[in-house]
DNA sequence: GCGGGTGTGTACATAGTTTGTAGAGAGTCG
DNA sequence: CGACTCTCTACAAACTATGTACACACCCGC
């Protein structure tokens, strides 16, 4: 992972975080967030570890934070954490072992190590979501019993649950998440929910199973910039078109979800996500800013066959 | 994903409590309710602590506290962190105020203070399941929305989970929880949970929608004393009792939620649990010693009438 | 009931702070 | 040479501090 230290110049980090450089130069001299090493003639060479730093200022800054108080912030976790960027793959082993084994105490001690040793969204993206992935594969093929695999998806949405506290504090933009009528599959809304956080969104999550009623009390109260509703049958979709229909119009809306396909995307005019949560968060906020573009389809409630197993 | 002591200021500050900077300015040269750091510019900086402070006082306030009373409450209330036995009624109030309004924020910090004002258990017993219940009775008469009711089992199904860990450590009997296949209703069994363990049992906890074929695996593992089954639906017990029947032999069944009536306990020979969870929980452990005493009910699965609604 | 005092939330004017952005002029890189 | 970057200065918009004023409700003694 420690690829021999790429180094770039302002403008690519200002294409990279969407941070004017300008503004980067700004929180150079005013807050020390950066500390660029020099080419021979005085231009600024960059890390990816600027890059991050940047990242979480700008998710501080949105979440509500003054610029000097999110720079503190940005810089104290930079060196009170030796958050590591990739997850340990024997970790990964671990839970899967702990899961296979119904060993509670085991997964979560697991868990608490995972969080502690990367970001949330680090561990959502890289050991979460793949383990969750590989056990639905593995249920596919009968290498993994039923009773395993509603172990695993009850206590990683428990857990999953117990992070999405304060998801609607701050001042990014506001996302409405909700499953559809009937859908009882939320692992992977939640994912999206907690790595879209993570990007500086507000999150509005209505959960499992939410009543269309609730959807439109919800986009009334909250002045929300997208709604994104997820769902692995297509027929719920088809069934909650109509009355989604008239929504779409003020609205950027997003679906997932194995029910979500392009003839449902198109119908509602909605952005279909792709199956990637973590790419799916980056989409989204394109989306929203302007240019629209279906990517890959985001996975949104499936990334283990039954999550909630009927 | 806590951030090391975020600082920010009056407008920020404004936007998470809801009251505005004047007042927010007011009450601190009034009644001293705030003492913030100050920037080298003087501009203020707050920190969590006086946002907790501030809820408080705006909740005093509004259960009908003069400003200065209120004030003075917060602020006491700062100082003492004594556990009190009983649930004062005005933080009922306050979770009520804050869930009809969708506040998710508030509903939060009121949950936190909540627990640390009594135990869990005392929380749940004498805040949440009231309150639920409450819910549910409103949303039959139609006092209370779909998407209020909704939002508000989200939400506390949420909260509930995040302290349902460690539940199988210990030394205690052994309890296997499940919704029958199909059930999605949980906040009941999960509560029924939370004060069983907190008599002493050790949990395995199954989820919503527990495939037989789960339960069973669990049964062979787990060396348990009693088995604890939740339906609010009188046909899933009738679908499951005969799968049932030959594990009632060795093990200790009880039923609960709406769905389980005495014919069905007399069938599965299980014990028909209470409407009380917390008389529920002495049952069992009166159950387990011997003498079979069917008392009240337990209403595992329907303090409100769709904690995961359809 | 009725004036006057009090408690409380809100509004405003004026001054100062913070922060993102912009431009000039010179230098660097490929 | 063109595109990019450097430093320094300036500036405007948004926000905040302070102090004062005001509207309204409530309570009190009469």
Not at 230 to 253: C, P, Y
Request: proline share 5%; charged share 25%.
């Amino acid at each position: 992972m420690d690829l021999p230290a790429a180094r770039f110049r302002i403008g690519e980090l200002s294409r990279r975080t969407r941070v004017s450089p300008e503004l980067l130069r700004a929180w150079e001299s005013r807050y020390g967030l950066l500390r660029p090493e020099r080419t021979s003639g005085g231009f600024r060479l960059y890390s990816e570890g600027d890059e991050r730093r940047v990242r979480r200022m700008r998710a501080r800054v949105r979440s509500g934070l003054s610029a000097r108080e999110a720079a503190s912030a940005a810089l104290e976790e930079d060196s009170s954490t030796g958050h590591a960027t990739a997850v340990s793959p024997a970790l990964v082993e671990e839970l899967d072992a702990a899961l296979m084994a119904f060993d509670e105490p085991g997964a979560h001690s697991t868990l608490d190590r995972l969080f502690s040793a990367v970001s949330i969204e680090g561990a959502i993206a890289q050991a979460i979501l793949p383990e969750l992935r590989s056990i639905g594969a593995r249920w596919a093929a009968e290498t993994v019993s039923v009773a395993q695999e509603h172990f695993a998806a009850t206590l990683i949405r428990g857990r999953l649950l117990g992070l999405a506290r304060g998801w609607d504090e701050g001042r990014g933009p506001r996302a409405i998440l909700a499953c559809l009528p009937g859908e009882m599959h939320d692992i992977g809304l939640i994912s999206f929910g907690l790595l879209l956080r993570s990007e500086g969104w507000r999150i509005v999550y209505l959960g499992q199973d939410t009543p269309l009623e609730a959807v439109f009390s919800a986009l009334e109260r909250s002045l929300a910039d997208a709604l994104v509703l997820a769902s692995v049958e297509r027929r719920r979709f088809r069934r909650a078109a109509d009355d989604l229909r008239h929504v779409a119009r003020g609205m950027k809306i997003a679906i997932g979800g194995a029910g979500a396909t392009e003839a449902v995307a198109r119908r509602l005019r909605a952005t279909l996500l792709g199956p990637d949560p973590a790419l799916g968060a980056v989409q989204l906020r394109a989306d929203i800013s302007g240019s629209s573009r279906g990517g890959t389809r985001i996975d949104l409630t499936a990334p283990v066959p039954g999550d909630s197993p009927a």
